[in-house]
């Protein structure tokens, strides 16, 4: 006869160390992030991970362009020249350059708008979102200084097309800036967990 007694599903074992490193996770500036980089082969588990984002409908709503450092000098003069092209403010363009120019290796997450029925289309950005920060922990987790930059030339459609190649689809979600930090950065103020907090039991 066949078997119908119900199987025994064991809980999940707490992992210790896991949540002790989401408690105290820490971004580190991308201006302090120096040489050494990972490797190639020291990014594929980070990726990995990434790429294990929650992702309704298994759209695969994203992909990654890791950056390395010839990469992010010709990404500096391309957002210098579309900074003048746009009027943007000198310091404004500035600071767009200097993001490519003092880094070493990022990792741009790109958001694939892939529309469906079933799955609304803010929940595919969430997904990217969610890619962003799990490479994030990832790559601090794996030992190196991280951060999840943005930008003006992220969200200038010219920069993408030239810069990057992205179809009209497609969209710079985050550039995490992965390096070796010179510096560990204080404890910043975080949200008041109480204010923020509703419990509902009914």
């Excluded at 000198?90 to 490519?100: H, T, W």
Aim: glycine residues 6%; charged residues 25%; contains cysteine.
């Amino acid at each position: 006869m066949p078997d119908t007694t119900t199987p025994v599903i064991k809980p999940l074992e707490k992992d210790e160390a896991a949540l002790a490193f989401l408690l105290s996770r820490r971004s580190r500036p991308a201006k302090t992030l120096v040489t050494p980089v990972p490797s190639r082969d020291e990014l594929l588990p980070m990726l990995t991970a990434a790429a294990r984002t929650p992702d309704h409908g298994k759209l695969e709503p994203w992909r990654f362009i890791v950056l390395e450092k010839p990469a992010l000098d010709r990404l500096a003069g391309v957002a210098r020249t579309r900074g003048e092209a746009l009027g943007l403010d000198p310091a404004q363009v500035q600071k767009g350059v200097d993001q490519f120019a003092n880094g070493n290796l990022a990792v741009a997450v790109i958001e694939i708008i892939k529309p469906n029925e079933k799955v609304p289309a803010v929940e595919i950005t969430y997904s990217a979102g969610a890619a962003c920060l799990q490479l994030l922990n990832a790559a601090l987790a794996s030992g190196w200084g991280a951060n999840w930059l943005s930008g003006w030339a992220s969200h200038d459609r010219g920069f993408c097309t030239e810069a990057l190649g992205l179809a009209e689809n497609e969209r710079i979600a985050g550039l995490i800036h992965i390096g070796t930090e010179k510096a560990t950065p204080p404890e910043r103020p975080r949200p008041d967990l109480e204010a923020i907090t509703t419990w509902l039991s009914e």
